[in-house]
């Protein structure tokens, strides 16, 4: 298992991004956590095992909530973090 810190840029907060990544997560069986940060991105935080889930996810992130518009994905591996779920801080 590895922790993978995802930085999703664009026309993301204030349009249910955050509601909608918890609810992918959680579908998907995700431990982590997503936030707003204050220069207007919104960060993920996830454990994946396989790589191939982590390119799924990331995809569905491009898809993103309905009124959202996101222009980029940056991915980066971190030091393993332990999660209980998924949660929206």
Avoid: P, W
């Avoid at 935080?45 to 990331?58: A, C, G, K, P, R």
């Amino acid at each position: 298992m590895s922790t993978y810190r995802l930085i999703v840029t664009g026309r993301v907060q204030g349009v249910n991004f955050r509601r909608f990544v918890v609810d992918i997560a959680q579908a998907l069986n995700y431990v982590g956590y997503v936030k707003n940060s204050a220069d207007g991105s919104v960060e993920v935080v996830i454990n994946s095992t396989y790589e191939e889930d982590l390119e799924f996810f990331i995809s569905k992130l491009y898809d993103g909530s309905m009124f959202s518009d996101v222009q980029d994905v940056t991915c980066q591996k971190i030091e393993n973090m332990i999660f209980d779920d998924f949660e929206k801080r």
